[in-house]
Structure formats: structure tokens, C-alpha cells
């Protein structure tokens, strides 16, 4: 599953972004999708994650100002950051995980077999 992630930039605390995930892959839709991210000096955490049912889950540090979501028709991820804050700055990674994995493994970052190659999200005072 070739990944590539966009739409990180620089914005100002409590403003907004949307991150797409683009994939060249015909089988998309079965794939869990999940946002990973490492800020400076961070090890990468788990962000938000999908699976190909439309379930999801959080990371408790974006829930509620964050939203992931997928369109299957155009083999795309999304995620919509509202009300950023300068933590948030971090460089940030689409991923793609096996449907064979059940959903205690959505946020274990071992477990994912396709990774995009980061897109940078700058939130400034």
C-alpha cells in the first residue's frame, strides 16, 4: 500500500488543518488507516486511527478537537485538526495496517505494514 500524506504547514495556535492520506492501492478500503505522529525530541505516538468499517479511535491529547475519516471511493484518509496547539507541532505520519489485525493492535505502531512519508505541522503562538 503506497502512502502519501499532505496538508501540513504552519498555522497559529487554535486554528485549523486538514491532513489528507492518498493511496495507490486498490484493496484501501479493507486497511485500517492511522495517524501516527513525533514531535521534536518525541518518541512516535499514535494519533487517531480508522478501520475500514468507520470505526474510530483517539488519542485522549486530540479527542474532541481532532476528526479521522476516509473516503473509499477516492482511496483517501483525512484527518481534520481543530483548536491546534503549539503541542501539536510534530511531524505527521499516515499508516496502513493489515484488516487481520484486530482492533486492539489500532494503536501499536509495530503492527502497521505501510507508512507515508510525513508531513510537518508547525502551530505557532
Known amino acids: 500500500v503506497q502512502l502519501q500524506a499532505s496538508g501540513g504547514g504552519l498555522v497559529q495556535a487554535g486554528g485549523s488543518l486538514r491532513l489528507s492520506c492518498d493511496s495507490f492501492?486498490?484493496?484501501?478500503?479493507?486497511?485500517?488507516m492511522s495517524w501516527f505522529r513525533q514531535g521534536p525530541g518525541k518518541e512516535r505516538e499514535f494519533v487517531a486511527g480508522?478501520?475500514?468499517?468507520?470505526?474510530?479511535d483517539y488519542a485522549d491529547s486530540v479527542k474532541g478537537r481532532f476528526t479521522v475519516s476516509r473516503e473509499n471511493t477516492n482511496n483517501t484518509v483525512y484527518l481534520h485538526m481543530d483548536s491546534l496547539k503549539i503541542e501539536d507541532t510534530a511531524l505527521y505520519y499516515c499508516?496502513?495496517?493489515?484488516?487481520?489485525?484486530?482492533?486492539?493492535?489500532?494503536?501499536?505502531?509495530?503492527?502497521?505494514?505501510?507508512w507515508g512519508q510525513g508531513t510537518l505541522v508547525t502551530v505557532s503562538s
Open positions: 499508516a496502513a495496517q493489515n484488516p487481520l489485525y484486530s482492533r486492539k493492535w489500532l494503536r501499536d505502531p509495530t503492527k502497521y505494514d505501510e
Open positions: 492501492e486498490r484493496t484501501f478500503s479493507t486497511y485500517t
Open positions: 480508522i478501520r475500514f468499517a468507520g470505526s474510530t
